[in-house]
């Protein structure tokens, strides 16, 4: 009986050894997927100052979100967010091509921009950040 409970345990460990890599790579992949969904929708209601938290910390410091900022994107209505499918790069890194259109307040002028967005999945913090910054839009 020793030696079934053994075996049992091996084959149990080996299942588990196998198995967790998966497991984690599945828990990264619906991450990803809710951050995504997540920013589009910031995006979409205009919830910049929210969309800015998204922002892989380094990047918040460097480029606060100040008040003329703030100004500058409320100035603007997001019309559509087209988003591409998320591409995996070599270096474990996310880039999605996002199509926005706007309509500028003040003037009613459409505009529209190619948002080349970079996400990084931080193992300490177990998530996703986004190292590109906020869409750069012709305010």
């Known amino acids: 009986m020793n030696l079934v409970r053994r075996c049992a345990l091996l084959a149990l ?38 969309a800015w938290e ?6 918040r410091e460097k ?19 087209d988003d591409d499918i ?7 890194t996310v880039t ?3 199509r926005i259109e706007y309509i500028l307040r003040d003037s009613q002028r459409l505009g529209a921009t190619v948002d080349r967005q970079i996400w990084r999945y931080d193992e300490t913090a177990q998530r996703w950040w986004l190292t590109t910054g906020l869409p750069k839009l012709n305010h």
């Open 86 to 92: 998320a591409t995996v790069n070599a270096d474990g």
């Open 54 to 59: 998204q922002l892989e910390p380094k990047l």
């Open 63 to 81: 480029e606060p979100f100040t008040t003329e900022i703030r100004a500058a994107y409320d100035a603007i209505q997001v019309a559509r967010y």
């Open 13 to 50: 460990s080996l299942f588990l050894l196998t198995q967790l890599p998966g497991c984690a790579s599945a828990k990264k992949e619906d991450g990803l997927n809710a951050v995504l969904r997540e920013y589009a929708s910031l995006i979409r209601w205009g919830r910049f100052d929210l």
């Open 96 to 98: 999605q091509l996002v």
